[in-house]
């Protein structure tokens, strides 16, 4: 993470929608039970199924338009040509493809 040029805040923007995660704990912690009562109560399941949908939702805009406030781009992979072979290594080649 100490690469030049690394924008740190886009790293962290990005790390913000884990919600099915949040999912899974809230979803066990509802259906538990502790001395006859759920360990989650329905307005605390809400308010983090609330809290998924929203950070899912406004991530990938908060990225947007923090790639268009620095200047950066996404960059698509080039395609790689073959490596290029010296010409002993073409000759070879050529003699394994004859055989």
Do not use: C, Y
């Amino acid at each position: 993470m100490l690469e030049k040029g690394l924008d740190r805040f886009v790293v962290g923007l990005g790390m913000i929608p884990r919600g099915e995660v949040g999912l899974i704990f809230i979803g066990i912690g509802a259906a538990m039970k502790l001395h006859g009562r759920p360990v989650v109560d329905p307005a605390t399941f809400g308010a983090v199924v609330i809290m998924v949908i929203v950070t899912t939702m406004v991530t990938p805009p908060l990225i947007t338009w923090r790639f268009g406030r620095t200047g950066a781009k996404l960059q698509v992979a080039e395609k790689k040509r073959p490596l290029e072979l010296d010409d002993s290594e073409e000759k070879e080649a050529a003699r394994a493809n004859h055989r």
